[in-house]
């Protein structure tokens, strides 16, 4: 089973994957891990995503589509859930497309919807909390819910209508609320 998790930042995604890989033994791809990942290591790919993701903005199509391709190979004997990929309306097209040529597909996408003042509260824990310094900075955070409602609910629109199983849940509750919906609706 292959799984999409969307959401805008601060949705509660990570909070949610985790319980996913879990419950369902799926692999965890999220490409905000790994360029975090590459950023640390100091790698030319961290650098070079680090000027875009330090505005809040999506990084280039190029850069994060070798990444999951590369992973994909590494993982494909695998299920997997997609975390922060695909952002954009052609990284879904990438990611079907591809997933179509190896006869593999995305039985379902998960949607958690939550307003953006929720989102900005959260930001300002998380900061703090977990010392993000991507949320830290309310105009970043600004950008990035931006980015989501420009490019990424558009990159929705366009799995929904391939038919995909679309499980769209009010973000706004518990964490268990919300994954007893994500166990319900994917078994269907
Ligand atoms: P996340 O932890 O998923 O919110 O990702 C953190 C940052 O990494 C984002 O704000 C983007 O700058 C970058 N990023 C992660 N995934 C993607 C993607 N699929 N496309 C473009 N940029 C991405």
Do not use: C
């Not at 209508?161 to 009010?170: C, F, M, Q």
């Amino acid at each position: 089973m292959n799984i999409i998790i969307f959401g805008p930042p601060l949705a509660g995604k990570g909070t949610q994957s985790k319980k996913i890989i879990e419950n369902f033994g799926l692999t965890h791809l999220s490409t905000g891990d790994v360029l975090r990942t590459e950023k640390t290591k100091n790698t030319d790919l961290g650098k070079k995503a680090e000027e875009y993701s330090k505005e809040g903005l999506l990084v280039p199509d190029e850069l994060v589509m070798k990444i999951v391709e590369s992973f994909y190979t590494q993982n494909k004997g695998n299920g997997l859930l997609f975390d922060g990929y695909p952002r954009n309306i052609d990284q879904a097209k990438h990611l079907l497309d591809f997933l179509k040529a190896d006869n593999n597909k995305i039985d379902s996408i998960i949607y958690l919807k939550v307003p953006k003042n929720i989102l900005l509260e959260r930001a300002e824990k998380r900061a703090i909390e977990e010392n993000r310094k991507d949320d830290a900075d309310s105009n970043t955070v600004i950008t990035r819910i931006n980015e989501f409602s420009s490019f990424t609910i558009p990159a929705i629109e366009y799995i929904k209508e391939t038919g995909i199983n679309t499980v769209e849940i009010d973000g706004t509750q518990t964490r268990e609320e919300i994954f007893q919906l994500i166990i319900q609706n994917l078994k269907k």
